[in-house]
């Protein structure tokens, strides 16, 4: 599967911005959706996931209340709808799927990344 991410940019703190995940290659019917994000000289972390066979969805503490995360099967893409940024949102974002159901599923498949930087 390839990923490719898109809707980053430069937004001042409280805006928001929705970033998109492309796939192709594959279907994602049944894959498990993930966006991870990787600020400088941090380790990466998880924001949400979100499971196309269930629609079950999971939030880091950071992001909940604040980011959306879901799926358009239609034409292959996932979203990251983020409201209410700050600065310490600023990072690469980057989306990854899998098939796999482990818990923590393992991620395969990852996107190129796209940054979002929170700046007044």
């Known amino acids: 599967v390839q990923l490719v991410e898109s809707g980053g940019g430069l937004v001042q703190p409280g805006d928001s911005l929705r970033l998109s995940c492309l796939a192709s290659g594959s279907d994602l019917d049944y894959y498990r959706i993930a966006w991870f994000r990787q600020a400088p000289g941090k380790q990466r972390e998880g924001v949400s996931c979100?499971?196309?066979?269930?629609?079950?969805?999971w939030y880091g503490d950071s992001v909940k209340g604040r980011f959306t995360i879901s799926s358009d099967n239609t034409n292959n893409t996932a979203y990251l709808q983020m409201n209410s940024l700050g600065p310490e949102d600023t990072a690469v974002y980057y989306c990854?799927?899998?098939?796999?159901?482990?818990?923590?599923?393992?991620?395969?498949?990852w996107g190129q990344g796209t940054q979002v930087t929170v700046s007044s």
């Open positions: 979100i499971s196309n066979s269930d629609g079950s969805s």
């Open positions: 990854a799927v899998t098939l796999d159901t482990g818990d923590p599923p393992d991620f395969g498949s």
